[in-house]
């Protein structure tokens, strides 16, 4: 049986201009097609458009439904590939190196407390003389 994966991009929400483009209607046909044609490059085949629902935000508090015009293209895999559908590989957590080991020099730190000293002592501001 032969398998497929899937992949779904948005539909061009405008026209775009070119030569001998004068309407709006062949200004945005001609933006799907490019759409179209860079897809078919990668070796995807064109299956149908969708028009579907999904809740945004809309201000704070409220939440609104807009719908977006989404292409679905297909191409086939070899009955062994792998789909990308395997979770990933847990990483590795690798332990800091030990204080003083590293070749990178230390980040300075901030501290919230100041250590306690003389302070500078101001004086009167200079008079200046005109």
């Not at 062949?26 to 799907?32: D, K, N, Q, T, V």
């Not at 719908?67 to 062994?80: C, D, E, K, P, S």
């Not at 204080?99 to 302070?119: C, F, M, V, Y």
């Amino acid at each position: 049986m032969q398998q497929y994966e899937y992949r779904v991009i948005p539909a061009p929400a405008k026209g775009e201009k070119d030569r001998g483009l004068k309407t709006g209607a062949e200004r945005f046909a001609h933006a799907l097609a490019r759409a179209m044609n860079d897809m078919a490059r990668e070796g995807w085949e064109y299956l149908r458009a969708d028009t579907l629902p999904a809740e945004e935000r809309s201000g704070l508090t409220s939440k609104t439904t807009v719908y977006h015009n989404l292409l679905v293209f297909r191409r086939a895999v070899a009955a062994g590939a792998d789909l990308g559908l395997a979770l990933p590989a847990p990483e590795r957590a690798e332990a800091p190196p030990a204080e003083g080991t590293s070749d990178e020099p230390k980040a300075r730190r901030l501290l919230a407390e100041t250590p306690e000293g003389a302070a500078p002592r101001l004086g009167p501001a200079a008079a200046s003389g005109a």
